[in-house]
């Protein structure tokens, strides 16, 4: 198919918050676009292509120009389809906002590579990183959003960072480093940063289906997902055991989705798209590159059944990754997971 003049495609990486920042405008702004996933260990022709100066992502392809640099794409974005603006119309909130963003992108992150390094003691490093945060911290108070009334370009980029990335990585440190005690309003910001849906129609709108919904993905994600893989490759209380205590998990989704054509009822919703993307398409190809049949047709033959019915869908068939590519990356996580 040609592609059109005014088509949007976006290179990111899953786990990158500066392409995760571009999704959540160009989202806002209910712009259809292509979304490109990059290995960025194995970085692909395009990319360096399009990115030759710094081989990075995110990249942002719009009538055939290329812009680089998620701050400078976000401001593009905001340019470029007016609605929901995203920047501070007012000159100097602008450049506030902007200052900012580098800030977070800049010092706050780096905090998190001095926080592994600890060259100086992991007290002190903590410290020093919660002195930067603390700026966030007066800079969000008595406001809704950085932006002010509605999620902004500053939201955008501290979002993505913090609560979605960063945090994540200091809990796997076993550090709170913004607790709810000593950064009040930072964790006001991110609980009101949750509550937002970006043209969002997945979800169920009935209040108890839709929380139902959020437990299972949670479930999925923390239970099932890369913590569940992590123990069957380590397999510390013996491989069968490893293997039976990942099947009693997967047995849940088993129960829950019986009945149904899909997780979210007639059509695919919010926890397909979770579990799909989680179990079928990722963690089934890394048992079988390790010679396991976790979820054999006779034990579990709803969720076999949910597969089939996912396969048949054209924009899940587009999404899901390369077999042999995806069992092949898979193994080299499970060799990290071996040696860590």
Not at 11 to 33: D, I, Q, T
Not at 156 to 167: D, Q, T
Not at 208 to 223: I, N, S, T
Request: aromatic share 10%; glycine share 6%.
């Amino acid at each position: 198919m040609a592609e059109r003049e005014d088509d949007v495609k976006l290179l990111g990486f899953w786990a990158s918050p500066f392409s995760r920042r571009v999704e959540m405008a160009l989202k806002l702004k209910g712009v259809p676009y292509e979304y490109l996933e990059q290995d960025l260990m194995n970085k692909s022709p395009l990319l360096l292509e399009l990115n030759p100066v710094y081989k990075k992502v995110p990249v942002l392809v719009h009538k055939g120009k290329v812009l680089l640099e998620s701050h400078l794409i976000l401001e593009y974005i905001d340019q470029t389809w007016t609605n929901n603006p995203i920047l501070p119309r007012d000159p100097y909130e602008k450049a506030m906002a902007f200052f900012w963003a580098k800030v977070i992108d800049e010092q706050v992150a780096i905090r998190f590579a001095s926080l592994v390094k600890a060259e100086k003691g992991i007290e002190v490093v903590i410290e020093e990183a919660r002195e930067v945060i603390m700026f966030l911290e007066k800079e969000v108070t008595g406001k809704d959003f950085f932006g002010c009334k509605t999620i902004g370009f500053l939201d955008m980029v501290a979002g993505s960072m913090i609560p979605f990335c960063l945090a994540r990585g200091w809990e796997g440190m076993g550090i709170d480093m913004i607790s709810e005690e000593k950064f009040p309003e930072l964790n006001r910001w991110i609980k009101k940063l949750n509550e937002i849906e970006i043209n969002n129609p997945i979800l169920p709108q009935d209040p108890y289906e839709k929380a139902m919904a959020f437990f299972w993905a949670k479930f999925v994600d923390e239970q099932v997902g890369p913590g569940g893989f992590r123990s069957v490759v380590k397999a510390e209380k013996g491989i069968d055991v490893a293997i039976e205590e990942a099947r009693e998990l997967i047995t849940f989704l088993e129960k829950e989705v019986t009945g149904k054509d899909f997780f979210g009822g007639k059509t695919i919703g919010f926890l397909d798209m979770v579990a799909g993307s989680m179990i079928p398409f990722c963690l089934s190809r890394a048992w079988e590159g390790m010679g396991i049949d976790m979820i054999p047709e006779e034990k579990f033959p709803e969720l076999n059944r949910w597969i089939k019915k996912l396969k048949e869908i054209e924009i899940v068939r587009e999404c899901i990754p390369h077999k042999e590519k995806q069992i092949e990356h898979m193994m080299k996580v499970a060799e990290r997971y071996k040696s860590a």
